[in-house]
């Protein structure tokens, strides 16, 4: 009767020995548990800059200063974006008031993105001056509205103000007079797509000047050629 009694206690034992015992923790879960429960550190670089369509044909600079995505509006009357400052291929023109974001910056040029004007869901991008976000002095102001300019002129935006055109078509080219073409294409002050002459002669040469707001030209009187002195 006795042994019967130990068998049953032993394994009793047992299990209540094995289910009183701490579980052991090595170091190698110490450390697991250390590293799941440490923060993680987030970098935030900011945003990224707008994608544009045309990145790869954008002049780029190594020395040019890098501006942390800033959203602007133009202010002067027209503004051209350009592939390379100062003077290089047209990107677009932007009117007054087209919102920009600014990346960059180099000698007086900024580096911005915008809506393609012809393509509302493509982005572009091209340096402009940074005069282009600031209002242009009244004096530059030569027009407001092609009704200020006269008959068959428009009112168009330059970079330096606005001034009166002659008014042209693809099937009127013959409205613009000598040493200008029916080339010019934009918006007007007043927001409206309209065509216009522009001269045709080299810049260095000097536009020649117009009447009434690039009407015909005027010819200046040189007089008659010197004759040629034989000694007589």
């Not at 200063?65 to 990107?91: D, M």
């Not at 976000?133 to 068959?152: N, V």
């Not at 010019?184 to 009434?212: F, H, R, W």
């Amino acid at each position: 009767m006795r042994n019967v009694a130990l068998e049953l206690c032993l394994p009793l034992a047992l299990v209540l020995g094995l289910a009183g015992c701490p579980k052991k923790h090595d170091g190698g879960d110490a450390a697991s548990d250390a590293t799941s429960d440490a923060p993680v550190a987030v970098v935030d670089s900011g945003p990224a800059a707008p994608e544009a369509a045309n990145v790869n044909e954008i002049a780029r600079f190594g020395d040019e200063t890098k501006i942390a995505n800033e959203i602007a509006k133009t202010e002067a009357p027209l503004t051209v974006a350009r592939k390379s400052p100062p003077n290089g291929e047209w990107v677009a023109r932007l009117a007054r008031g087209t919102e920009v974001t600014k990346i960059a910056s180099h000698e007086g040029q900024v580096l911005v993105v915008f809506a393609n004007p012809k393509k509302t869901d493509e982005r572009l991008m091209g340096w402009v001056v940074e005069a282009a976000f600031k209002a242009a002095a009244a004096a530059a102001q030569k027009c407001k509205a092609d009704k200020d300019c006269g008959g068959k002129n428009v009112c168009v935006p330059h970079e330096n103000g606005t001034k009166c055109e002659k008014a042209c078509s693809t099937t009127n080219t013959a409205a613009c007079p000598e040493h200008f073409a029916c080339t010019g294409e934009g918006l007007n002050a007043e927001g409206k797509t309209v065509q216009y002459c522009v001269s045709t002669l080299p810049a260095d040469a000097g536009a020649p000047k117009a009447q009434d707001g690039g009407g015909a030209v005027v010819a200046v009187d040189a007089g008659k050629p010197a004759a040629a002195d034989g000694g007589k």
